[in-house]
């Protein structure tokens, strides 16, 4: 068994302290009566991360649970479900309607394609509102208006208003609260409303036709970026499955745009806005006849979310009368159109190329060690991971002048096929294959913006451990039968079975190691050194003695998220 006490006592102690904070809630709450959102209660304490480790409560509420489980075998109640919620908060979904707003999902590339179309709009001067999933450092990321994350006293503000007046609408028929993405969502909603924002980019958490964004009734335009497999489990195990819940975001009169898509999911999309069409985006190249467009992010993958990006907001302005239509009208093909091939104007091509969007193909220099980290999640998006760092990675070698050492940074969650991701990286090359959980900090305060009490702690070493075991197998390693200790004092034992692969019990750890006391951000004297063995320092001469270290982290955008929290100190505050 591993020894996981000391860390569990770590991660709980917010919990113990969600508990607490639920108790002077229901008191508080209990003398101050409102019956609109608009009105904020006067609770003792307000501060953020009191509201965020309430929050936290939502991930684990026993109820909550239940009832998501008993939706599952009827999916259509989950919206159902969702429109009460919105209900409570005094939110009505025709309120929703005023918000102009461009709904996009799809499986790879949803989040950039959303980046860019909000970064386009800004450009021309609107007042956005942009709700994406998830965040990396701190939730507050989720909601952001004109490009930033929502400042902490306005997160803190609006969530006591909407978490507060679902407190008080419970009662002995309607216990429960929404769980933790509904309540943000609901929480964007607000926000956005509150805020008065003239469009909101919204980006569906999971699939599509029963994901809880989905209780839009108008958004003006709406997109499907590349679909994959991700999510089996509740949207299916296919490709074609998944493509008929991405295209349930489709609505009659609403324009639906979709980038090239495999025959078969293709097909399904064609389907599903059988009653309104379907329009194809054309390749980015064919937008380029006065010259090649940049773009703010790096990969070949992000040249078909900018297409549709540039679809998506050049409708959006022309509903907007901003623009003229297009002189070109849309060309059937197979019964789906193609759409025309813009022109983009001076704020779409700078809008383009001032996108960005951390943690997805992003490069950070701490001489002598550069990360490069990307949140693929899938087997599709860890081949363009693994293409974007082979494009950029030789440049950065050439310039260390001197040895390189590589070294993986890895951890994947829920169903993911790690063996197949995996496998995807062998050609990469890695001096260090290094494994860690998304846990922060294994000697820390509570960190309660990165808490994930849905799994637990032995479950995440657990998957660490066999991420480890595939990678030695994909190699053509020998098992080495003794196992060494990685920790030692009182964190928790890991084992650790060859001299390139390593399991740590959290990334600052992971990082400390990799780094080797050669980045000055990770050596700052506010971070508490993890202590490791004198052996496995010994293996680590490589890192001390190369004259750069490249570190690729991927996996899993939680864990880019938390290397970030260490590596870019502008992200907490």
Known sequence: MLRLCRVLERLHACTEASASNRHWTRVAELSVRFSSTKAAPRFRRMDYQDAVCTLNTLQTNASALEQVKRERGHPQLQLQAMRGFLQRAGLKVEELDRLNIIHVTGTKGKGSTCAFTEQILRK????????????????????????????????????????GRLEE????????????????????????????VDLAVIEVGIGGAYDCTNIIRRPWVCGISSLGIDHTSILGDTIEKIAWQKGGIFKLGVPAFTVKQPDGPMKVLQERA?????????????????????LGLT???????????????HTWLQRHFLTDPASSSPVEFSGVSSAPVIQPSPAMIKGLAETEWPGRNQTLQHSPVTYFLDG??????????????????????RNAGGSVVRVLLFNATGERDCAAMLKLLVPCHFDFAVFCPNITEAIATCNADQQNFNVSVENMLSRCLDNQQSWRVLNGQEEK???????????????????????????????QWISQGRDSVLSDPNKCVIPVKPSI???????????SIHVLITGSLHLVGGALKHLDPSLNS
Not at 379 to 396: D, G
């Open 481 to 511: 039968p003794e196992a060494e200790l990685l920790i030692r004092g009182g964190l928790p034992l890991v084992a650790e079975r060859h001299t390139d692969t390593l399991v740590f019990p959290c990334i600052l750890s992971a990082l």
């Open 169 to 196: 609408t419970k009662d002995a028929q309607i216990s429960s609260m929404p769980a933790y993405f509904r309540f943000l969502t609901i929480l964007a909603f607000h926000v956005f409303l509150q805020e008065k």
């Open 537 to 547: 320092n010994t293996k680590a001469a490589p890192l001390r003695e190369a004259v």
């Open 124 to 163: 021309y001067g609107f007042r956005t509102g942009f709700y994406s999933s998830p965040h990396l450092v701190q939730v507050r990321e989720r909601i952001r208006i004109n490009g930033l994350p929502i400042g902490k006293e306005l997160f803190t503000k609006y969530f006591w208003q909407v978490y």
């Open 274 to 294: 059988e009653e309104i069409g379907l329009i194809l985006c054309p390749d980015l190249e064919e937008y380029e006849s006065e010259g090649s467009l940049s």
């Open 376 to 397: 693929a999640h899938t087997t599709r998006s860890m081949l363009a991971c693994v293409r974007w760092f082979n494009e950029v990675t030789p440049q950065h070698e």
């Open 299 to 313: 990969g070949h993958h992000q040249r078909s979310n900018a297409s549709l990006a540039l679809q998506l907001s």
